[in-house]
């Protein structure tokens, strides 16, 4: 048994005039870091971005989990495995280089013994295997399979092969130094032992020892390219995403939308680079043109042109042509062109989906803001539905109904006729004032007064919350109702809100408090959640409905809210829920969002067919939706899919009421 | 109530007696009788014309003039014409149509003879000795009684829908007045044009003939659109017929489609959904057919009729063109 | 070319039924039942007045007569870059008539520059008299046409104006100054303000003028102008419940049905 202590090997083996290896070194980081000082001028040109670099700690865990654990990545099997075995084994390559040079350079003998038996040699030689595997799976998914979700570039395909062969120059070279040095310890390095050993079946080991030297500096000079070239290429991304990631928007997907001080706008809206923050352009450096974004993209799904990943890659395109402040990025490409930017539900599936955190939506709903704001050029239908806003504060021009419509006969106070309120419930435009979501709200307000709550509204004097007149676009206009809506709960004192609409409670919970609004939010299905709890509601007849419940957007993405919807729905029936395929954090919009419920889709591109063929396909029999929106799309494309299929519609709470009171109709 | 010196005038811009010169003639008729006084009716032709002499079996006297400009139907050489006429009869009511020509007057004679002057009148009545008419306001949501306050009132009614005169007992007389020609006219016509189908905008529609999904198919539009012929009525779909390829998209009415506001919206084999009933919420009257008696079109009709539409749209189009 | 365009403000046409009221007086809409909007064909008025200073430009001046509150019609005018606005403040109780309406309007032409062309909307969405514009054209002396969706110069002096009429349209050659009220079509669909621009029209100025400014007494307004008195305002007993048609045999429905069709179509 030899002894492990002693176990190590020889810098630089086998190679003369080593200093030409510290020369190229010069050129290599000059060309290299000048091409990362680059990118960083090229952010520096964007404004300022607000609180993305605060709470070091949180940020560093995040980017552990995301970055280094590679969480988000993995979420999808093949790729994210293989990407996975690449990005290990160049860390861990990465690490074992810095071994060599703190030994070798800086003369501290740390490779040596246990360490570089168990690290040195055993665990990096198989995190190289791990790594070859990774490329070889990469380019059978690049050239074999060949997914549409993929850009297929020279650059990228240069790039996997370069990595393939370093990292095969890398195991021969170790293998022919085994052999021929003899090496006691060689089988510790198993790749590269077997290397060393075929090859020694083939070659003398004089020749070997030839091969190894111009290997070495043929494997030297690729990885000094290819060092020297990275930062101009997509692989910069090891570094941009990690920055990235690092300078995530922390909060909930539903806060991300930036406000803006009209006072001091150059422009509202953007179109140009430098109308962007940093953060925007670090994003499109990050990139890593894995297409996630697009494949999760439901306005892409169904056949519309719009792809957030080809909005990043155009912008990007921009960005590294140096194209000049005057220079109109809409309309520039088209990816770029407006009319795709306005088939976007904002939904969030791309932000959810793109594993290094990058924030299509928020640069997409930027854009609209330029045509809305600067240009006044967007779909008519849309136009219809801003002015109907800007001149009755909603967005339904030609309703028969209105807001206090819903409360008839039921009794409610005012908020300003009582000053005892648990809550006030909030109903919204699209709950009173289209008929079918009527029947929803009567049923919430009829489960709190079972259940005892006092409760208020505020009836005619509610005006939108802006979340259309947002998403749309126009940001004057969300913020002037926004402010109303403040100045009205204030005056109100109204200290704790509950909605049916996602969309009314995203805004009132992650957007009215950057207007200074100080007051909770609760979405009904929490609520009515916890009256079950503490005993005030009871289920008497649970139904033998088997419920698939939709995830609505803004509840699932844009505020993690999943779970409280599920076991409130559970509770209603005996039977076992249903999951459809596409639920939680990877739900598929209703295409309602967006103010895309004001826009007629072409008849063979609608995103809530798409969904409902998805949900027709399980052996549910109701379809449980949680949002206005998704109950008028759920029902106009389950009444147009569904052929005799017996399956219905039905809002969480007109379940609940079924169950609470063994009737909902009314 | 009896006023013998009551004088109306009905001016008929028609080169023929049709439904709104009838109806026109029998408002006119109608107010001198409640007065007692005379009714003096104004046509476009030359004393023996056809259309004189047909007009004086409702007017107490019939002032006809034959005029080139007039026949063309110049609104200024109308103006002056009525002008010298009225100034000369001093009537109480000077009553027009609901032609094109007669809104556009109405406000301009009534100011050049110092009268009031008001349109799309329901009715037309005296009470207490004052000219009292009733229009509905604020889009169909109110009805206003509104009292003519000078005179003479100048007043465009809706000719069509007012009932057509009787014939006087013996017919009145015919006569003519000189006219000054060669008053030229400042603003004047140069060039007119019919559309050969008329009105081809759903929002301009009178009446809409609207079919859904439950024709099941493109045939069934086919009906609808002979029906609406004997109706002289515009058709439209709701967006599920749209979709399905029936009928073209242009024909939407809706949230997302074309916002209509007709005498009268027919809606066949349509549910009524919300997104649908916001294009039809001006509508003056709808209607519908429709198997379910709780589908939500009901909720926003005036009358309905539960049936299979196949039994019903074949027959009724061919008793309304019996009535019409 | 020098326009001016007469704009209105009322009450939402679009107020749900249920929300419809009627004020104290009796005699007109009560205006907190619903939000003031501007009258569309008055914004028809106006985008087909910002297409002719597209064309071959020229300035753009709003007119209203109305309450304080009406400031905001002249501001959603200046956003879509009208040039300047005036307000004939009217704040009494009572509502005007079109008689009294137009003696204020020509009122405050006259003490403006001249105009080439003078443009009002049809008819308002409140009270739809459909009168002020042909009043108006008589208060100043000047030529008028009514409905019309289409404007375009003829030479130095005169213009064309297209008629929508019953079966087509008529055009009209008109000599300058010419009054016109327009209708809708599908070329003079408002445009929707930039943002940018709706920030600057709060900053702009608008005129304000008082009737006794006018030469017109505020206490006797608008009473002694008025030649259509209000006697009686009434919300027709609203018919929620659909009229089924019933009968002992389809033939008998259908009859029925046709009649009531027949009734309507024959009205129209
Ligand atoms: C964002 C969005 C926007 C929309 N915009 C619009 C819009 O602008 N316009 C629009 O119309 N819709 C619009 N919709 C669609 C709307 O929600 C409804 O789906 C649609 O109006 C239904 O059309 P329908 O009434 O023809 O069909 P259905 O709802 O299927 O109704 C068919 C009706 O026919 C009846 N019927 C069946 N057979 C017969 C028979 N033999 N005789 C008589 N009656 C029969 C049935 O009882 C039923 O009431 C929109 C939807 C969304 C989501
Ligand atoms: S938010 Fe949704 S619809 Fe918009 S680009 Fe992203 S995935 Fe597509
Ligand atoms: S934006 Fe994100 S998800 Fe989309 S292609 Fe780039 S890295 Fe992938």
């Known amino acids: 048994m030899m002894d492990h202590s002693e176990a190590t090997r020889e810098v630089l083996w086998n190679i003369s005039n080593g200093w030409i290896m510290y020369a190229l070194l010069v050129p290599t980081a000059a060309i290299g870091i000048y091409g990362i000082w680059k990118r960083f001028q090229s952010w520096k040109q964007g404004l300022p971005a607000e609180g993305r670099l605060d709470n070091p700690g949180k940020r560093l865990r995040f980017l552990w989990q995301h970055a280094l654990l590679q969480r988000r990545n993995m979420r999808q099997r093949f790729a994210g495995i293989f990407h996975a075995m690449i990005f290990w084994g160049f860390i861990t390559l990465t690490i074992a280089t810095t071994v060599v040079m703190i030994d070798h350079d800086f003369g501290i003998p740390i490779m040596k013994g246990a360490f570089y038996l168990y690290f040195q040699s055993l665990f990096v030689d198989v995190l190289g295997l791990l790594a070859l595997v990774g490329v070889a799976l990469a380019g059978y998914r690049r050239w074999k399979t060949k997914p549409t979700k993929l850009v297929y570039t020279d650059e990228a395909s240069m790039i996997l092969i370069l990595v393939g062969i370093i990292l095969a120059t890398g195991f021969m070279l170790e293998g022919w130094r085994i052999v021929a040095t003899n090496d006691p310890w060689g089988a510790w390095s198993p790749v590269g032992y077997a290397t060393g050993i075929v090859s020694a079946q083939f070659f003398s080991v004089e020749t070997l020892i030839q091969f190894h030297l111009w290997c070495w500096w043929f494997h030297l000079v690729l990885v000094f390219g290819f060092l020297a070239w990275a930062p101009y290429t997509k692989m910069l991304h090891p570094l941009t995403s990690a920055l990235n990631i690092y300078a995530a928007n922390l909060e909930p997907v539903g806060a991300s939308l930036k406000t803006i001080d009209f006072e001091k706008a150059e422009t509202f809206g953007v179109n140009a680079l430098k109308q962007f923050t940093w953060k925007d352009l670090l994003d499109l450096d990050a990139c890593t043109e894995c297409g996630r974004c697009t494949d999760a993209c439901p306005a892409n799904t169904v056949g519309k042109a719009l792809s957030p990943r080809d909005i990043i890659l155009d912008l990007r395109g921009w960005l590294h042509e140096g194209a000049d402040d005057e220079f109109k990025l809409i309309g520039s490409t088209d990816s770029l062109e407006s009319d795709r930017l306005f088939e976007c539900t904002s939904c969030a599936a791309c932000v959810d989906a793109c594993p290094v955190s990058i924030e299509q939506l928020p640069k997409i709903v930027d854009m609209r803001r330029f045509q809305v704001m600067e240009e006044a050029e967007f779909p008519e239908t849309m136009q219809q539905a801003v002015n109907s806003l800007e001149e009755r504060q909603h967005p339904y021009s030609g309703s028969q109904f209105s807001r206090a419509d819903w409360m008839q006969e039921l009794d409610i106070p005012h908020a300003s006729e009582t000053d005892d309120a648990e809550v006030l419930v909030w109903a919204g435009c699209g709950a009173s004032l289209v008929e079918r979501n009527q029947k929803s709200i009567r049923s919430l307000a009829r489960l709190l007064k079972k259940a005892g709550v006092k409760f208020s509204v505020l009836g005619r004097d509610e005006k939108c919350t802006g979340d259309v007149a947002r998403r749309i676009g126009n940001e004057f206009l969300f913020e002037s109702l926004a402010k109303e809506n403040i100045d009205n709960f204030k005056k109100h004192k109204v200290k704790k809100v509950v909605t049916a ?152 709470s007109e379940l609940l009421d079924e169950a609470c009171n063994g009737e909902s109709n009314t | 109530m009896s006023d013998t010196n009551f004088k109306v005038i009905t001016a008929a811009f028609s080169q023929d007696l049709n439904a709104a010169t009838a109806g026109l003639l029998g408002a006119g008729q109608r107010l001198a009788n409640d007065a007692g006084g005379t009714h003096i009716a104004i046509c476009c032709g030359s004393i023996d014309s056809t259309l004189s002499t047909q007009i004086s079996a409702f007017g107490d006297r019939v002032i006809a003039i034959d005029s080139e400009p007039l026949a063309r139907a110049e609104p ?86 007012m009932d057509p005169a009787d014939k006087n007992a013996a017919p009145g007389t015919i006569e003519t007045v000189p006219l000054n020609e060669s008053a030229d006219l400042q603003s004047h016509i140069i060039d007119t044009h019919d559309e050969v189908s008329e009105g081809e905008r759903l929002e301009d529609a009178q009446i809409i003939v609207s079919g859904g999904r439950g024709l099941g198919g493109p045939e069934p539009f086919e009906e609808l659109v002979s029906l609406a012929k004997v109706l002289k009525a515009q058709n439209a779909a709701s967006r599920a017929a749209c979709d399905l390829g029936w009928v073209p998209h242009s024909w939407q009415v809706g949230q997302t489609g074309c916002k209509v506001a007709p005498q009268l919206y027919l809606a066949v084999a349509i549910s009524g959904a919300s997104q649908h009933t916001m294009g039809i919420a001006d509508s003056k009257a709808i209607a519908a057919i429709n198997t379910d008696r709780d589908a939500p079109i009901f909720k926003h009709c005036q009358f309905g009729l539960v049936e299979d539409f196949q039994q019903v749209v074949g027959p009724l189009r061919d008793k309304l063109s019996d009535l019409l | 070319m020098n326009i001016l365009v007469c704009l209105k403000q009322i009450l939402d046409p679009e107020v749900p039924v249920r929300d419809f009221a009627i004020d104290a007086s009796g005699l007109q809409a009560d205006p907190a039942c619903a939000n003031q909007v501007t009258n569309i064909f008055c914004e028809n008025a106006l985008e087909t007045a910002l297409q002719l200073k597209d064309l071959h430009g020229g300035k753009i001046t709003l007119l209203t007569l109305g309450p304080e509150s009406a400031e905001d019609a002249l501001r959603k005018g200046l956003a879509m ?108 669909l408002p445009r929707i303000p930039k943002t940018r621009d709706i920030i600057m029209a709060n900053r702009k100025p608008v005129t304000t003028w008082s009737l006794e400014e006018l030469g017109i007494s505020q206490d006797s307004f608008p009473t002694q102008e008025t030649k259509a008195r209000v006697r009686q305002l009434s919300i027709p007993e609203a018919k929620s419940d659909c009229e089924f048609i019933e009968g002992d045999s389809v033939e008998e429905k259908i009859e029925k049905l046709a009649d009531k069709i027949a009734a309507i179509a024959r009205a129209v």
């Open chain 3, 81 to 188: 870059k009208a040039d300047e606005a005036y307000l004939i403040l009217n704040d009494t109780e009572q509502l005007p008539d079109s008689a009294a309406t137009a003696k204020a309007l020509a009122a405050a032409i006259d003490k403006l520059d001249a105009f080439d062309l003078i443009l009002a909307g049809r008819e308002s969405g409140d009270w739809g008299a459909g009168q002020t514009g042909g009043l108006l054209a008589e208060e100043l002396s000047l030529p008028f046409t009514a409905f019309v969706d289409q404007i375009s110069l003829e030479g130095e002096e005169r213009l064309v104006l297209r008629q929508q009429t019953d079966s087509g349209w008529k055009s009209f050659s008109s000599p300058k100054p010419t009054v016109a009220s327009i209708t809708n079509s599908d070329h003079n």
């Open chain 2, 76 to 161: 200024e050489a109308w103006l002056s014409c009525l002008r010298s006429i009225s100034a000369q009869e001093t009537p109480d009511a000077i009553l027009l149509g609901n032609d094109t020509l007669s809104q556009e007057i109405t406000p301009r004679l009534a100011h050049r003879l110092n009268g009031a002057s008001i349109g799309d009148a329901q009715s037309v009545t005296i009470d207490d000795g004052a000219i009292v008419i009733t229009r509905s306001v604020y889009g169909g949501k109110a009805i206003a009684d509104i009292e003519l306050t000078a005179s003479p009132a100048v007043v465009w009614i809706r000719a069509q829908s």
């Open chain 1, 501 to 652: 609409c996602p969309h009314c409670f995203n805004t009132f919970r992650n957007e009215y408090p950057q207007l200074g609004a100080d007051f909770e939010t609760v979405h009904h299905s929490a609520y009515l959640g916890s009256l079950i709890n503490e005993g005030r509601l009871k289920i008497t007849v649970a139904s033998e409905r088997r419920i698939a419940f939709h995830d609505p957007c803004y509840l699932s993405r844009h505020n993690n809210l999943t779970e409280e919807p599920r076991d409130l729905l559970n509770s209603t029936s005996q039977v076992a829920m249903t999951e459809l395929p596409r639920n939680r954090q990877n739900s598929f919009c209703c295409g309602g969002g967006g103010g895309m419920s004001f826009v007629d889709e072409p008849s063979d591109k609608r995103v809530n067919h798409e969904r409902a063929r998805e949900i027709l396909n399980t052996d549910a029999d109701t379809v449980a939706v949680g949002c206005p929106f998704c109950t008028t799309m759920m029902e106009d494309g389950i009444n147009a899919t569904k052929g005799d299929r017996k399956i219905e519609v039905r809002e969480i």
